[in-house]
């Protein structure tokens, strides 16, 4: 042990048993603290003032929100009704009566309500065509759930390839694929990152891509079209 290191703990040491053996010893130390609460009232009441004023504040924000989704909940009803109607105007807009996807997404942001109003107003806007407007609104959905997040990742693999950007849409299908694998939706995943691989140039890719699905998920319904357009690509790729 070091000279220095030893005189520090000697140091601590007397200072300990000074304050254990002497009681006047400790009874400077409490009148230290005293005169220092008296000199700085001010400044102690200050820094408990703002504790207390931030406790409040993340109280109130917790109870605002909560409230706040459970209001815009109530409010979104109707228009996913409309969307499983598919009204899907009436569901982004409304009816003049109850509001549509895009005032729950206005006017309660930050809420379990708007974020799932951006998945609805996505899955429209893809449906209509609009990929650029379904990109912007699934980019801002998330979800615990990982049968609908997976399928978020999905619609914007589907909406980059509208836009023509196969190495996004790619990326997007990849995060399907592998956010908790299942034999119901993961085939289906995997089938559009092998046509994504295809449409991009890179028949190796596809192939392999395909390969799984043969491989991991022969009793699927993707899996007699895969081994067909496997057997298709290996003939192209052989030329």
Request: proline share 1%; aromatic share 12%.
């Amino acid at each position: 042990m070091s000279k220095s290191k030893v005189k520090r703990t000697s140091k601590s040491q007397e200072v300990s048993n000074e304050l254990l053996e002497n009681p006047e010893a400790i009874a400077n130390r409490l009148n230290r603290g005293e005169a220092f609460l008296k000199e700085n009232t001010k400044l102690v009441a200050g820094v408990i003032g703002a504790g207390i004023l931030v406790i409040a504040g993340i109280l109130f924000f917790q109870i605002h929100k909560a409230n706040q989704n459970k209001k815009a909940q109530a409010e979104m009803f109707q228009a996913v009704y409309y969307f499983e109607q598919d009204s899907v105007d009436l569901a982004l807009n409304g009816d003049g009566v109850n509001v549509g996807f895009l005032t729950i997404i206005d006017n309660y942001g930050g809420t379990d309500a708007a974020n799932l109003a951006h998945f609805y107003t996505g899955s429209i806007y893809l449906s209509q065509n609009d990929a650029a407007r379904a990109v912007d609104h699934l980019k801002k959905f998330s979800a615990s759930d990982f049968f609908v997040q997976a399928q978020a990742y999905s619609l914007l693999g589907d909406a980059y390839m509208e836009l023509g950007d196969y190495k996004e849409a790619i990326r997007q299908y990849n995060r399907a694929v592998g956010h908790k694998p299942n034999k119901f939706f993961t085939p289906k995943y995997l089938n559009k990152l092998a046509i994504a691989y295809e449409e991009s140039g890179d028949l190796k890719k596809a192939i392999e891509t395909y390969g799984r699905i043969e491989s991991e998920y022969f009793d699927s319904y993707e899996f007699t079209a895969a081994r067909k357009h496997k057997a298709r690509l290996e003939g192209l790729s052989s030329n």
